[in-house]
């Protein structure tokens, strides 16, 4: 896939809105495939969601109930050595998963967090993340941040020449 930042600019072009430039081919299959799965449980979901912590998790989904998902994408062994950070999901999250593709090793995979295996067409949940329920204000000012994110990338798709003009997201 070509990079989508256009030449001499440092914004995401209209053409692929959820590619910021950072994302391994592979991340972006495993993305997408994980993305389909929550839609098809009736979940909205959005990609790269700042949270109150400042972490960035890869796919908040926002499900019928009002339960957040986290899914924390890995594309290889390495991207998951790498990451130390994920357990700090949890104080976000209903459900904390992780979601792959058939090439890397699922029992590398915590045993504490749920997994998702994608092809990128599509995934299924192999292992069902153990609940653990946000606290109503935690709930109320994640549900805030997924519903002003995801105004401010409609709104960007819309009024391209704004984007980062103002702070937000």
Request: net charge neutral; with cysteine.
């Amino acid at each position: 896939m070509a990079s989508t930042l256009q030449p001499g600019a440092n914004r995401i072009s209209l053409t692929d809105p959820l590619v910021d430039g950072r994302q391994s081919d592979n991340a972006l299959k495993v993305w997408r495939g994980a993305a389909r799965l929550l839609r098809s449980m009736d979940f909205a979901c959005l990609p790269e969601v700042t949270l109150a912590s400042g972490r960035r998790a890869d796919l908040l989904g926002l499900g019928p109930r009002h339960e957040l998902w986290i899914i924390e994408v890995k594309s290889s062994i390495a991207d998951l050595r790498a990451d130390c950070k994920w357990p700090d999901y949890r104080m976000h999250c209903d459900r904390l998963y992780f979601a792959t593709h058939p090439d890397v090793p699922l029992d590398i995979f915590p045993e504490d967090a749920g997994l998702i295996l994608s092809d990128g067409f599509g995934a299924e949940i192999i292992r069902e993340a153990p609940e653990h329920k946000l606290p109503a204000a935690t709930r109320k000012a994640v549900t805030h941040r997924f519903a002003r994110h995801g105004a401010l990338r409609l709104h960007d798709l819309t009024d391209p020449d704004l984007r980062g003009s103002f702070a937000g997201y």
